[in-house]
């Protein structure tokens, strides 16, 4: 059973940065390079939104709200999954979560990340 863990989430001011990680683990069989990875988030009181994505290829896509400041990243050889967050602001506190695909879905519990002066 694959199981994933959101970590390095916090409070930061605008205008700041973050790097979350998604660390996978109990993949067997198939590699977690053929799964495709997502990044979503959900403020409070609002659904759950996809902010990014990356392939099996290494091919990217990202929500509007955040193209040109958020990079989302893999290392296959670390079963990881990054998300690199500049020039935050108040409108990306939420709590992000981790989604791998393949077959079927697979969600980490997520990590609380609060933008506030």
């Known amino acids: 059973q694959v199981q994933l863990v959101e970590s390095g989430g916090g409070l930061v001011q605008p205008g700041g940065s973050l790097r979350l990680s998604c660390a996978a683990s109990g993949i067997s069989g198939i590699p977690f390079s053929e799964y495709t990875m997502e990044w979503h988030r959900q403020a409070p009181g609002k659904q759950r939104d996809l902010v990014a994505v990356i392939s099996s290829g290494g091919s990217t896509n990202y929500a509007n709200s955040v193209k040109g400041r958020f990079t989302i990243s893999r290392d296959n050889a670390k079963n990881t999954m990054y998300l690199q967050m500049n020039s935050l602001k108040p409108e990306d506190t939420a709590v992000y979560y981790c989604?791998?695909?393949?077959?079927?879905?697979?969600w980490g519990k997520g990590t609380l990340v609060f933008i506030s002066s």
């Open positions: 989604n791998a695909k393949l077959f079927q879905d697979y």
